[in-house]
């Protein structure tokens, strides 16, 4: 367990950088998803093909791949950026198919009597929308979406495994590696590092869980 | 979502119209100017493409000997051993969590949620580091073995633990009655899990298993850190030599893409089709009920 204590400032900047990736990433997943959402719902037969495309291509890609392609496919395009930002938008592009999923599935699951008897009682769209469907949708979007959110703080480890670095996975790659010590304590290290992230998320997740909860 | 708003007239179907026109042509834009700048970076030649596509290209057989012959065939492999594995012990996760003693069904919840908090990437790359170590590994099995088993090994540590989770899900959701109809014609609770509810759990949990697929399939995309020689480590190989990274990673992309599809195809085809066999006996209950749980499928 020395490891751990005498490499502590590497393991806390890990911890960092994983949070940096997943929060940029978890940001620009969330904009892109609710617009392809918006696209996958919408009357207009090109935007709808855009979003089915755009996650049937990406759900059923690798990350790993994703990444690569995203890292020599945008310089090819003359956008340019440090290898970060390359992570980081591979990130968000891939989880944001599966954020899309999550809220167009959690707007299919209301049920249409409820849009209905709001338009029966005489509730324009935007209240029907906006005071009857939206909010049952959250409620069941949540746990999924916050699952993704957490699948995603853990795909942010092929992040750093692909060649960003500076990560907790990274830094296990580092220390086992470059700094000759023993696997089995760094990667306790590394996995207690992931567990301070993944398990607070998951609990607050199972919270949020009870408190939306509706039984249908 | 259609009873959202009334039945389009004249005028939403022009909005409608104007609509897709603009997007379409907006979209046809991005695409162009994407277009346009990788011509002009040259990712449209022969010389990019042709190991890949041109049948009079000499290297092109070679490459996808290479790609199909060795990386998927490594790559279905390890997904298929990962996907053997993590079925045979989530199920005994799952069994013995449900008929155990307390004290035991503590500690499987501790390793499940232990297991499910960490990245697939950590635990291949340390079975791959760590069981050396320690002394695990096949005797006698050549490098390239040995780096098999360890991503097996990688996959299942993850898959295992969702794949009980899922199994004990359907268990949970089988109606009361069915174990207790068991155990009143005399069977153990053994029996019971063996000859009733296990086999209706897993017909439920199907779609769910077919889909957990898609994600070891993909996850064998992660052997490449290990130097695991699938289909992604050897396009990373012949990209050093044929120097068309962009081009090689579409092409594995859309090999990895119609496989995981069709998956996900199979998967709403069989959900279909189970659901469709639930509301037949269930439509006189109570037929609004069925449908909701259809959807709660993945």
């Not at chain 1, 692909?162 to 760094?186: F, K, N, R």
């Not at chain 2, 297991?115 to 079975?127: T, Y």
């Not at chain 2, 992604?232 to 893409?257: C, D, G, H």
Request: aromatic content about 8%.
């Amino acid at each position: 367990m020395d490891v751990l204590v005498e490499h502590l400032g590497l393991y806390w900047r890990g911890v960092l950088t994983t949070l940096q990736i997943s929060l940029y990433s978890g940001i620009g997943a969330l904009v892109l998803g609710t617009i392809m959402a918006a696209f996958r719902v919408s009357p207009v037969p090109p935007l709808r093909a855009v979003g089915a495309g755009w996650v049937n291509g990406l759900r059923n890609t690798p990350l790993s791949v994703v990444l690569f392609m995203i890292a020599f496919g945008l310089p090819e395009i003359a956008i340019n950026a440090p290898f970060f930002w390359f992570g980081v938008t591979g990130l968000a592009l891939y989880t944001s198919a599966f954020v899309c999923e999550a809220l167009r599935s959690g707007i299919n699951s209301v049920p249409t009597g409820q849009a209905e008897a709001a338009r029966a009682i005489g509730l324009t769209f935007g209240q029907t929308l906006g005071t009857v469907v939206l909010p049952q949708a959250f409620r069941t979007v949540v746990p999924p979406l916050g699952n993704v959110f957490i699948a995603m703080i853990k795909n942010s480890a092929i992040v750093g495994a692909v060649g960003v670095g500076g990560d907790l996975y990274s830094v296990g790659v580092q220390l086992t590696g470059s700094l000759g010590e023993a696997a089995i304590p760094v990667l306790t290290g590394v996995a207690l590092g992931y567990l301070v992230l993944t398990l607070p998320a998951g609990l607050l997740l199972g919270y949020l869980e009870r408190k939306v909860a509706i039984a249908r | 979502m259609s009873a959202l708003y009334d039945v389009p007239g004249p005028a939403a179907r022009r909005r409608t119209l104007i609509g897709t026109i603009v997007a379409a042509v907006a979209l046809l834009a991005i695409a162009v100017v994407v277009i346009q700048r990788l011509a002009a970076q040259g990712q449209f030649t022969a010389e990019k493409w042709g190991s890949l596509l041109d049948p009079t290209n000499d290297v092109m057989p070679q490459v996808w000997s290479l790609l199909i012959g060795l990386g998927l065939r490594n790559t279905l492999a390890a997904a298929s051993l990962a996907v053997i594995a993590s079925l045979v012990l989530g199920t005994v996760i799952a069994i013995t969590r449900l008929v155990s003693a307390p004290w035991y069904r503590w500690a499987v919840v501790g390793v499940v949620e232990l297991l499910r908090g960490l990245p697939v990437v950590v635990m291949i790359f340390f079975a791959a580091r760590a069981l050396p170590e320690v002394g695990v590994e096949l005797p006698g099995a050549s490098r390239e073995v040995n780096t098999l088993f360890y991503l097996v090994i990688g996959l299942t540590l993850y898959n295992m633990v969702i794949i009980a989770e899922i199994i004990r899900a359907g268990v949970n959701s089988l109606p009361r009655g069915q174990a207790e109809a068991a155990s009143a014609i005399g069977l153990t609770r053994w029996q019971s899990l063996r000859l009733i509810l296990l086999p209706q759990a897993f017909r439920t949990m199907l779609p769910a298993l077919i889909s957990q697929l898609v994600v070891i399939l993909k996850d064998t995309a992660l052997g490449f850190i290990i130097s695991y020689p699938e289909l992604l480590r050897e396009s990373q190989i012949i990209v050093q030599t044929t120097k068309n990274p962009l081009q090689m990673y579409f092409v594995v992309a859309v090999i990895f893409i119609v496989i995981n599809y069709s998956l996900g195809k199979l998967a709403e085809y069989v959900e279909r089709r189970l659901s469709r066999g639930r509301k037949m006996s269930a439509a006189p209950a109570q037929p609004a009920l069925v449908e909701t749980t259809g959807q709660a499928g993945d």
